[in-house]
């Protein structure tokens, strides 16, 4: 079944100006930070409930930056956050996700821009 990853940090990731220069920086940016635990596993839910789920339009209020990850998980992947967690660093190692989405707005508090960042498997003709 296909579910979708949270994970965040706090101003942990920067989005390049060049679009054409995004996918690799910022898949770079987010390897990195899962390499070193720097991302926290926040919340995991079935990709057809996600949007639905309580408390979706407040997931960023105290978080700089959040990394959506949708995978298709199964039973030996649920067992754990630990086992998730390295099902969507193994994919992002593996470069079969794809930069799909990205968002910024500015936070209620006027506190500065907060960052959504949205990363899906690749489709077969993309996959490299």
Request: glycine letters at 2%.
């Amino acid at each position: 079944m296909d579910y979708t990853m949270t994970f965040y940090c706090k101003d942990c990731l920067s989005l390049p100006e060049d679009k054409r220069l995004r996918q690799n920086q910022v898949q770079q940016q987010v390897l990195e930070k899962m390499n070193n635990r720097q991302l926290e596993l926040v919340d995991f839910n079935r990709t057809e409930n996600y949007s639905n789920s309580v408390g979706y339009d407040e997931r960023a209020n105290d978080n700089k930056t959040l990394i959506e990850i949708k995978l298709q998980l199964d039973k030996r992947d649920l067992k754990s956050r630990d086992a998730i967690f390295n099902k969507c660093f193994v994919a992002m190692r593996q470069n079969e996700l794809q930069l799909r989405d990205y968002s910024g707005f500015e936070d209620k508090d006027n506190s500065g821009v907060q960052n959504i960042f949205v990363f899906e498997r690749k489709k077969h003709a993309e996959a490299s």
